[in-house]
């Protein structure tokens, strides 16, 4: 027999809770409850945000699991005392309902900002992201340290405070403190932790396989959640759309432009394999520190897509035409500017590169496709490979075609 959904009705605005908290407005509803921007009378109207444990569609027989899962947060977040995770006030019962009480973040997250920065045609760029990385990073291995996984990092769950510069890492409400569940089951693992049906949480597209799969969880799984918001960061696309959906791989650098050693590290953070990831937090701020610490004076080409270019390393490309028809053209000697009218191209955009370019772009849009490649060459005569597909990619109209044209030019 089904158990009746116990379901309480919105609290209303200005409604004082516990003789002391007064509500102001509704910010946001889950699973778990509904979280209300209220004023504490004892604080001299401080602002702060209530929590109310209200599960939604949940029987009488799951209310002591959910509200065993409510009352962890309050004791995780009891215990955590950074300045870039929210501060834990109290936590009450009263008219049957249980509240958490925590210090209110005024700000936006960094999903809010990232669209405000879309709506502007912009994304985070690089150094952005890596100085993100670098603030993030030491609050996770803090919660880390304290052995609490928080299971469900998002834009969403990131915010920046109004008027500073450090990010905040909100809502711990599936976080799990791994000492308790070895308390409970008897289960030590040395590299993650089952955490049960229960615990079967986290965003789709931001938490790894072993986690959405099988409730495994790990400070690796932190690291692959915060690696995936990285990403989106920097493309402003949503996980789903750089991934192959048939290979499950990451495609993620299509869609935007940063350093090899930046990549590779984010390409680390990114594996599916946990202990393929890094495995601590110190381990990813050690690799984006060297990035900064290593002496690059001479930038490498992107490595040419094409394996069969006939070309030395040193490149000996066939030259531009000069204007003289009298003087030889088979020594490449770099002493004098090619004429106004050659496009000049760099080392990683050879002839085989863009024939190949021009041929399986004439499959999708025809006989422009000339046109396109080398309008789009004499524009950006200094782009990288993968930006110059990138451009390209954007005239075929249909986005399946398009992203099948740029595994074509990468395979």
Same mark, same amino acid.
């Given at each position: 027999?089904?158990?009746?959904?116990? &379901?309480?009705?919105?609290?209303?605005?200005?409604?004082?809770?516990? #003789?002391?908290?007064?509500? @102001?407005?509704?910010?946001?509803?889950?699973?778990?409850?509904?979280?209300?921007?209220?004023?504490?009378?004892?604080?001299?109207?401080?602002?702060?945000?209530?929590?109310?444990?209200?599960?939604?569609?949940?029987?009488?027989?799951?209310?002591?699991?959910?509200?065993?899962?409510?009352?962890?947060?309050?004791?995780?977040?009891?215990?955590?005392?950074?300045?870039?995770?929210?501060?834990?006030?109290?936590?009450?019962?009263?008219?049957?309902?249980?509240?958490?009480?925590?210090?209110?973040? #005024?700000?936006?997250?960094?999903?809010?900002?990232?669209?405000?920065? @879309?709506? @502007?045609?912009?994304?985070?760029?690089?150094?952005?992201?890596?100085?993100?990385?670098?603030?993030?990073?030491?609050?996770?291995?803090?919660?880390?340290?304290?052995?609490?996984?928080?299971?469900? &990092?998002?834009?969403? #769950?990131?915010?920046?405070?109004?008027?500073?510069?450090?990010?905040?890492?909100?809502?711990?409400?599936?976080?799990?403190?791994?000492?308790?569940?070895?308390?409970?089951?008897?289960?030590?693992?040395?590299?993650?932790?089952?955490?049960?049906?229960?615990?079967?949480?986290?965003?789709?597209?931001?938490?790894?396989?072993?986690?959405?799969? +099988?409730?495994?969880?790990?400070?690796?799984?932190? +690291?692959?959640?915060?690696?995936?918001?990285?990403?989106?960061?920097?493309?402003?696309?949503?996980?789903?759309?750089?991934?192959? @959906?048939?290979?499950?791989?990451?495609?993620?650098?299509?869609?935007?432009?940063?350093?090899?050693?930046?990549?590779?590290?984010?390409?680390?953070?990114?594996?599916?394999?946990?202990?393929?990831?890094?495995?601590?937090?110190?381990?990813?701020?050690?690799?984006?520190?060297?990035?900064?610490?290593?002496?690059?004076?001479?930038?490498?080409? +992107?490595?040419?897509?094409?394996?069969?270019?006939?070309?030395?390393?040193?490149?000996?490309?066939?030259?531009?035409?000069?204007?003289?028809?009298?003087?030889?053209?088979?020594?490449?000697?770099?002493?004098?500017?090619?004429?106004?009218?050659? #496009?000049?191209?760099?080392?990683?955009?050879?002839?085989?590169?863009?024939?190949?370019?021009?041929?399986?772009?004439?499959?999708? &849009?025809?006989?422009?496709?000339?046109?396109?490649?080398?309008?789009?060459?004499?524009?950006?005569?200094?782009?990288?490979?993968?930006?110059?597909?990138?451009?390209?990619?954007?005239?075929?109209?249909?986005?399946?075609?398009?992203?099948?044209?740029?595994?074509?030019?990468?395979?």
């Amino acid at each position: 027999m089904s158990q009746t959904p116990l &379901i309480r009705p919105e609290i209303p605005s200005g409604s004082l809770i516990d #003789n002391r908290y007064i509500i @102001q407005n509704l910010l946001g509803q889950g699973g778990l409850g509904r979280t209300y921007l209220a004023y504490d009378t004892r604080r001299f109207n401080e602002p702060c945000v209530l929590k109310e444990f209200a599960p939604v569609g949940t029987g009488a027989s799951g209310i002591e699991k959910c509200r065993n899962l409510f009352k962890r947060e309050a004791k995780i977040l009891h215990q955590l005392e950074h300045p870039q995770i929210p501060r834990f006030l109290a936590c009450f019962e009263g008219d049957g309902r249980l509240f958490l009480v925590q210090e209110f973040v #005024n700000g936006k997250t960094y999903s809010a900002l990232l669209g405000d920065r @879309q709506s @502007q045609g912009r994304t985070f760029p690089e150094n952005e992201v890596v100085q993100w990385l670098k603030d993030m990073l030491p609050v996770l291995d803090y919660v880390h340290q304290h052995h609490i996984i928080h299971r469900d &990092i998002s834009p969403d #769950n990131i915010m920046l405070p109004d008027g500073k510069s450090l990010p905040v890492l909100i809502d711990f409400g599936v976080g799990k403190q791994i000492a308790d569940l070895n308390d409970q089951t008897g289960a030590h693992t040395q590299r993650g932790t089952y955490v049960g049906k229960m615990s079967l949480v986290g965003k789709v597209g931001y938490a790894p396989r072993e986690q959405i799969s +099988l409730g495994l969880c790990s400070p690796s799984s932190d +690291l692959y959640a915060l690696g995936v918001t990285a990403i989106v960061l920097l493309t402003g696309r949503d996980p789903s759309f750089l991934m192959d @959906q048939y290979s499950l791989e990451w495609r993620w650098r299509f869609y935007t432009f940063v350093s090899d050693d930046f990549a590779r590290i984010l390409d680390k953070m990114l594996a599916d394999t946990p202990r393929q990831r890094y495995q601590t937090s110190r381990e990813v701020l050690a690799d984006l520190e060297r990035i900064g610490e290593t002496p690059q004076p001479i930038p490498q080409p +992107l490595p040419n897509p094409i394996p069969d270019i006939p070309h030395t390393h040193y490149s000996r490309e066939p030259q531009p035409p000069v204007t003289n028809q009298s003087q030889p053209t088979e020594i490449a000697v770099n002493t004098s500017q090619p004429h106004p009218s050659t #496009n000049q191209k760099t080392n990683s955009l050879t002839d085989v590169f863009l024939k190949k370019c021009q041929q399986e772009l004439a499959y999708y &849009i025809g006989p422009m496709a000339n046109f396109l490649v080398e309008d789009t060459l004499a524009e950006n005569p200094q782009i990288s490979p993968y930006q110059f597909v990138e451009l390209l990619a954007r005239e075929i109209p249909e986005s399946q075609a398009s992203l099948e044209f740029t595994r074509k030019m990468f395979s």
